[in-house]
């Protein structure tokens, strides 16, 4: 299929950032690419981000859960109903707080087309650059640098300083939807946020191509410039957990070799956190209580994260454990999901 045919449904997980919400909208509608369809997840919103959904003129789908479930439940529900349209080939998908430029899809179809040229086969991912408001790429969403390549190439000859990629931040990047649909394959809503992104994106790329496109360019609109190695302070909590959740249950996600990669990688990251840390024994307590929870029980499914909005649980389940053809008998009408 040539980029020109690509038909292409974004999904942007809302949660009380109404002034934002509205910057995505109007970005997402002044793509130079058009979009196919437009899913906004809303968290249980408090503020008027749902009347913002509502009255966009882009008319774009409210998927509205009655519960929040962190970025994970969100992108989750949203990439569910938009690969249960048969139509879609790819799924492009950001927070709120995210603003794409005119031309950030359009460079991704570009390296789409550009990798099906060079390697007879979609990428299973390509993601965009995430710049701050000050145009400094913000690192912590940049993907990390693909150590063993098992085939095609390191870069894409027409774009501009791309790069096979192993992992890819949710912070705008395009998914292939009959991957998702082939594998049934959508993030672990249990993980609430941090590292759903980096499990489902390893998840995806074992055996299967994702590149890097900086000319693709999203201002991620943080309260501030950060990365990586900033104090997360309590959020430390889920990245703990679900790291362990990651390595436990998920490990068939990576080769032994890079499991011990990424390991090793994770264990550098925590002492580095530990020590930059202005309030190092509040740190270690959620460290702690992440790590508790991460051994008291595995990730619940999907389904029962969800069970507090019942037709959108009803279509993860339905999704995620359907045996060839899909029964008819528990698919949501996807437009009644308001």
């Given at each position: 299929?040539e ?5 292409v449904?974004a ?6 950032r109404?002034?934002?919400l ?5 970005g997402?509608s002044?793509?130079?690419y ?6 906004v997840v809303?968290n249980?919103?408090t503020?008027?981000s749902?009347d913002?959904i509502?009255?966009?003129f882009s ?5 509205q859960?009655?519960?929040n479930?962190?970025?994970?439940g969100?992108f989750?529900?949203?990439?569910a109903?938009?690969?249960?349209d048969?139509?879609?080939?790819y799924?492009?998908?950001m ?6 430029t005119p031309?950030?899809l ?6 789409i087309d550009?990798c ?7 990428p299973?991912i390509?993601?965009?650059k995430?710049?701050w408001?000050?145009?400094r790429?913000h ?7 693909r150590?063993?390549i ?7 000859a027409h ?7 192993r992992?890819?931040?949710?912070v705008?990047c395009?998914?292939?939807?009959e ?6 394959a959508l993030?672990?809503?249990?993980y ?7 499990e489902?994106?390893t998840?995806l790329?074992?055996?299967r191509?994702?590149?890097?496109i ?5 201002e991620?609109r943080?309260k501030?410039?950060?990365s990586?190695?900033?104090d997360?302070?309590a ?9 362990r959740?990651?390595?436990k249950?998920?490990?068939s996600?990576?080769?032994?070799l890079e499991?011990?990669?990424?390991l090793?990688?994770?264990a550098?990251?925590w ?6 840390s202005s ?8 460290a702690?209580?992440?790590w ?6 595995p990730?619940a499914?999907?389904?029962y ?8 649980a ?6 995620e ?6 029964s008819?008998?528990?698919?949501v009408?996807a437009e009644?999901?308001?």
């Amino acid at each position: 299929m040539e980029s020109s045919q690509l038909r292409v449904a974004a999904v942007v997980v809302s949660f009380n950032r109404e002034l934002l919400l509205k910057e995505c909208l109007d970005g997402l509608s002044a793509q130079t690419y058009p979009l196919a369809r437009t899913i906004v997840v809303d968290n249980a919103s408090t503020d008027n981000s749902v009347d913002v959904i509502k009255n966009h003129f882009s008319k774009p789908q409210l998927v509205q859960l009655n519960e929040n479930v962190g970025g994970a439940g969100g992108f989750a529900a949203g990439i569910a109903m938009a690969v249960h349209d048969c139509d879609i080939d790819y799924v492009w998908i950001m927070d709120d707080d995210t603003i794409p430029t005119p031309t950030a899809l359009e460079k991704l179809v570009d390296a789409i087309d550009d990798c099906v040229k060079i390697n007879d086969e979609r990428p299973v991912i390509v993601g965009s650059k995430a710049i701050w408001v000050d145009g400094r790429e913000h690192l912590m969403n940049k993907p990390r640098l693909r150590q063993w390549i098992q085939r095609g190439p390191k870069t894409l000859a027409h774009s501009a300083g791309s790069y096979q990629a192993r992992t890819f931040s949710f912070v705008s990047c395009c998914i292939d939807a009959e991957e998702i649909r082939a594998r049934k394959a959508l993030p672990i809503s249990a993980y609430f946020l941090w590292n759903d992104d980096f499990e489902y994106s390893t998840r995806l790329l074992k055996n299967r191509i994702g590149y890097y496109i900086p000319e693709s360019i999203v201002e991620h609109r943080t309260k501030v410039f950060g990365s990586s190695n900033a104090d997360p302070g309590a959020r430390f909590r889920f990245e703990v957990r679900n790291k362990r959740w990651l390595f436990k249950y998920s490990r068939s996600n990576f080769t032994a070799l890079e499991r011990v990669y990424y390991l090793l990688g994770t264990a550098k990251r925590w002492v580095g956190t530990l020590i930059r840390s202005s309030n190092k024994k509040a740190l270690i307590s959620f460290a702690r209580q992440g790590w508790k929870e991460a051994g008291a029980q595995p990730p619940a499914s999907n389904d029962y994260i969800l069970s507090a909005t019942p037709d959108v649980a009803a279509l993860i389940e339905q999704f995620e454990s359907a045996n060839g053809g899909a029964s008819t008998e528990r698919v949501v009408n996807a437009e009644s999901v308001e």
